[in-house]
C-alpha cells in the first residue's frame, strides 16, 4: 500500500489537506456493523430456496427448492410512508420493518401468491448502527414469521439527503402463483359476498394527515391518552402493527375458494375494491363493522368528510374477499375457528367498476 | 357518498374544521400524472415475459416466456446514494435513473445472471411529477437499452422526511442465471489475467466526499470549469452516467469465456475483488491504465491517500474481469472489436483473499 497514486504528484498526501470518507459522512464499519447486529434474525429466515451463505454474493434463489419451478413471479416494491416518523418520536424501530414485510406480502397475497423472498433498502443520514439494525431486524423477524427469506438489501448513509437521526426505509418482495391460482379480477361476479377482516389500526397508510392532526391540529404528543383513544397512548395506537393475512387466508387460497381480494392500503375501501370488480360495483354497508376508535378520533379531529376518510384511511378494514355464495360458509366457519372476527361488508352487484355505498 | 361516518356524530363534519390528505401535504393525483408521464418509456420496456397491461395489477412476470425457465433467481437492491444530490444542483434527473439501473444491471452481471426486471422506488418531499416522471423516465430508458423489463414500483411523497425538492431513488432487480454458469468465484485460479474496464467516472459511489470536496473543500460551483477537469463542468464530470457492461460482456459469458467478475463499486477494487478471490491474491499494478482526470482532480483536492482513494473511488475501471491464460487473446480481441479499451491490471497470484499493489 506504499505505492504513489499513479499520475499525480506527493502533493497527493500532504499533510493537514487530507479529507477522509468518514469526515464526508460515510462509515463504511458501521454499515458492516448494522447488518453484522441482524444476522442471526436474518439467516434463520432462510428457507430452503436460498443459495449460498450468509455475506457471500447477492441474493440467489433456486425456485425449484422453493417448490416453485412452474409459477409465475409476482413483484411488488413499497414503503412505509411516514409511519417512519411516528416510529422515530416513539424510538421503536423494530415494528416499521415488520409493518413492511407484512404490507408487501399483502399486496401480492391478493394476486394469490405466495411470497418467496424480501429485499430491504435503508437509507439513513447518519448510520447508527443500533437504529439500523433494529430496521432490518424487524424487517427479518417479519420475513422469518410469514415463512419467506430475507434475501438481501442495502444500507445507505447519505449525509445530506437525510438529516442525522432521519431515515428512510423501502422493500422490495417476490412471490410466486401457479397460473391457474391468479387472482386477477377475472372470477369476479355479482352476487358475491365482500367479507372484511379488520385492520390492527392505520397500517401503513394515511400517516402524513394522521400525523398532523394529532402533533398540529391536537397539539398532542406520542405519548399523550387522549380519552378517544380508550387507554392507548398516540404513539400506540399510530405504531400497531400491520396485519399479514397470509397464514390466514391461504388454506382457502389452496381450496380456491376465495375468487378476488383486495389489500386496503392508500386509497382505502374507495379506490382499492375496484383494482377486482371488472366492471361490477362494490355495494359497501359502512355500518357492517364497528369503526375503531383510531379513526373516530381522527376523523373528528380533522373534520373529515366520509369520501375522505374512506380514501385516506382503511377505516377498520384491512382486507377484503369476493367469496362465492355456496363457499360463504365454509370460508366464515374456517376464518372463525382461527379466531377471526369477519364482517360481511356488502354485495358484488352488477355495475361499473365503482365502490358504493348503501 | 352522502352516509355519515357510522358512529360518528355530524361534528365529524363540522365546517372549518377540515383538513385534507393534500392539506397534509399528501397529493395522490400527482403520483398518478407523475406515472403517466412516463407510461410511454415503461410500456416499450415490456418484454415477453411481463404479464398483463400497463396498471393492471402488482408485477407479474413469467419466467418461462422469458426464456429463463430452469435457472436461479438472482436479486440484488440498491440506491444511488448522493449522487442524486449532484443531479438536484444540476436540475437534470432523467441520469440517475439510469444510472440506478445500470448499476443493479452490472450488480448481478458479475454473476453470471441475465436481467429479467426491474423495480424503482422514488421518495419525494413533495411531488413534482416532472421531476418524478423524469426519474421513472430514467429508470424505464435504461431497462429498454438493457432488455430488462421495468415491472412495476411506488412513488411515495413524504412531507417531513424529505424536504420539498429532496428525493431518494432505489431499486431492485430480478435476473436468472444457469446453474452451471454461475459465477461465484469456485473457478478463480492463480495465473489468471486480471482485465480492467473503464468506467466513464464516478458511476455512483464515492459522491458524499466528492461533493465535499467540489463543493466545501474547493469552494466550486455545479457549473464551475477548474483546470483539472479538462474542458468538463463539475456538474459533467461528476453525472457521468454509470455504465452498463451488459451488452459487451454478455457474448463472452455465454462463451464461457470469464471466470469471475467484480463489479467496481462502494470499497473500491480494493474491497470488490475480493469477494471473487477465493484465497487467491490480485497483485494488481495501479500504473497500468490512465487515471482520468477526475479522480486525479478529487485526489489532489482531498489530499488522500492511496489506500482512502482506492477503496472510495472506482478510480477509472468500473469492471475487472478473470481470465484464463488461453481464452485471454480471443476475449481482448472481441473487446476490442466492440471498440473497448482493455487493461491488463494485474494478476490472480497465490495467497490469501486480499488485493496487492506491485
Known amino acids: 500500500m506504499t505505492t504513489q497514486l499513479p499520475g499525480s504528484p506527493s502533493e497527493a498526501s ?147 439527503l437525510y438529516k442525522p437521526g432521519d431515515f428512510d426505509l423501502a422493500g422490495f418482495i417476490v412471490g410466486c402463483v401457479e397460473p391457474e391460482r391468479l387472482l386477477d379480477g377475472s372470477r ?13 389500526g392505520l397500517h401503513t397508510n394515511g400517516y402524513s394527515l394522521a400525523r398532523k392532526l394529532a402533533f398540529e391540529t391536537l397539539g398532542l404528543g406520542i405519548d399523550s391518552r387522549p380519552r378517544e383513544l380508550e387507554g392507548k397512548s398516540v404513539g400506540e395506537a399510530l405504531l400497531a402493527e400491520h396485519r399479514s393475512y397470509l397464514r390466514l387466508l391461504w388454506p382457502l ?14 386509497g382505502g375501501l374507495i379506490d382499492n375494491l375496484p383494482r377486482v370488480l371488472a366492471g361490477c360495483d362494490a355495494l359497501l354497508d359502512a355500518k357492517a363493522w364497528p369503526l375503531p376508535p383510531v379513526f373516530r378520533w381522527l376523523v373528528q379531529a380533522g373534520g373529515l368528510d366520509f369520501d375522505e376518510a374512506y380514501r385516506v384511511f382503511n377505516m377498520g378494514i384491512g382486507m377484503t374477499l369476493f367469496v362465492d355464495p355456496k363457499d360463504e360458509r365454509q370460508v366464515r366457519a374456517d376464518l372463525a375457528a382461527q379466531g377471526e372476527r369477519v364482517h360481511s361488508i356488502g354485495q358484488v352487484v352488477a355495475g361499473s367498476g365503482v365502490v358504493r355505498w348503501k
Open 14 to 160: 500532504r499533510p493537514g489537506a487530507r479529507v477522509s470518507y468518514r469526515d464526508a459522512g460515510v462509515d463504511i464499519d458501521k454499515k458492516y456493523e448494522s447488518v453484522e447486529r441482524a444476522k442471526a434474525a436474518i439467516t434463520r429466515t432462510f428457507t430452503p430456496g436460498v443459495v449460498g451463505e450468509f455475506g457471500s454474493f447477492g441474493g440467489l434463489f433456486d425456485l425449484a427448492k422453493a417448490g416453485a419451478g412452474r409459477g409465475l413471479l409476482v413483484a411488488s416494491a413499497d414503503g412505509v410512508g411516514t409511519k417512519l416518523e411516528v416510529a422515530k418520536l416513539a424510538g421503536i424501530y423494530h415494528g416499521v420493518g415488520r409493518d413492511l414485510v407484512q404490507h408487501c406480502i399483502n399486496d401480492i397475497l391478493v394476486q394469490g401468491a405466495r411470497p418467496l423472498f424480501f429485499m430491504d433498502y435503508v437509507a439513513v443520514g447518519k448510520l447508527d448502527p443500533l437504529v439500523t439494525s433494529e430496521l432490518i431486524r424487524g424487517c427479518a423477524d417479519g420475513c422469518f414469521e410469514n415463512g419467506l427469506a430475507l434475501l438481501g438489501g442495502e444500507t445507505a448513509e447519505m449525509p445530506g
Open 188 to 200: 369476479t361476479r355479482a352476487g358475491q359476498v365482500v367479507l372484511g377482516l379488520e385492520s390492527a
Open 253 to 266: 387460497l389452496e381450496r380456491g375458494q376465495i375468487a378476488a381480494m383486495a389489500h386496503i392500503t392508500g
